[in-house]
T-cell receptor, first 113, second 112 residues
Framework: GESVGLHLPTLSVQEGDNSIINCAYS??????FIWYKQESGKGPQFIID?????DKRQGQRVTVLLNKTVKHLSLQIAATQPGDSAVYFC????????????FGSGTRLLVRP | DGGITQSPKYLFRKEGQNVTLSCEQN?????MYWYRQDPGQGLRLIYYSQIVNDFQKGDIAEGYSVSREKKESFPLTVTSAQKNPTAFYLC???????????FGPGTRLTVT
């Protein structure tokens, strides 16, 4: 399948450990953020989202943290599994149009067995 | 079974030929999008459409064209004017303003 993470920053973690993937966003006035997971050769899948009136949101094994002061978003994955290996993208809602998402460059997560 | 379909999964063309990539959604979403992804890169927006019969250029629209005659369909034509057309093309749709985008499985286009 196609590799979409040839030159992306890579995070390597041991199976069972927690993973933290970071993202810096560009616009301090952005009010909606999303994390996507993309497996090799596939389209991105929605993981979790957060609006700017929150600083933390939890899903199943995932937590997103939003620090508006430093324009930083993070995705925490608990008890990382081999199936979590993928490229992870953050996205923010564009200011010029509420229909446009601005995607970060992505981080590749590798889970060691 | 709702979702976004893109066909074909792999597409091969000779240089100088136009090619049209299909994207269909049955999610009843108003907005649809086309992105291009190159190896080791993020997603770059080509075109998007908020409603039927209307569309806007994204960041890299040169060498591409789209149409939106039906709510369910948003085909992308890669023209011979696109200098580096070989890439992975992703279609997406969105329910409304300020919501997540749902992505199709992608089409890998190779032009030789």
């Amino acid at each position: 399948g196609e590799s979409v993470g040839l030159h992306l920053p890579t995070l390597s973690v041991q199976e069972g450990d927690n993973s933290i993937i970071n993202c810096a966003y560009s616009n301090s006035a952005s009010d909606y953020f999303i994390w996507y997971k993309q497996e090799s050769g596939k389209g991105p899948q929605f993981i979790i989202d957060i609006r700017s009136n929150m600083d933390k949101r939890q899903g199943q094994r995932v937590t997103v943290l939003l620090n508006k002061t430093v324009k930083h978003l993070s995705l925490q994955i608990a008890a990382t599994q081999p199936g979590d290996s993928a490229v992870y993208f953050c996205a923010e809602l564009g200011l010029d149009s509420s229909y446009k998402l601005i995607f970060g460059s992505g981080t590749r997560l590798l889970v060691r067995p | 079974d709702g979702g976004i379909t893109q066909s074909p999964k792999y597409l091969f063309r000779k240089e100088g030929q136009n090619v049209t990539l299909s994207c269909e959604q049955n999610l009843n979403h108003d907005a649809m999008y086309w992105y291009r992804q190159d190896p080791g890169q993020g997603l770059r927006l080509i075109y998007y459409s908020q409603i039927v019969n209307d569309f806007q250029k994204g960041d890299i629209a040169e060498g591409y064209s789209v149409s939106r005659e039906k709510k369910e369909s948003f085909p992308l034509t890669v023209t011979s004017a696109q200098k580096n057309p070989t890439a992975f093309y992703l279609c997406a749709s969105m329910a409304g303003q300020g919501y997540e985008q749902y992505f199709g499985p992608g089409t890998r286009l190779t032009v030789t």
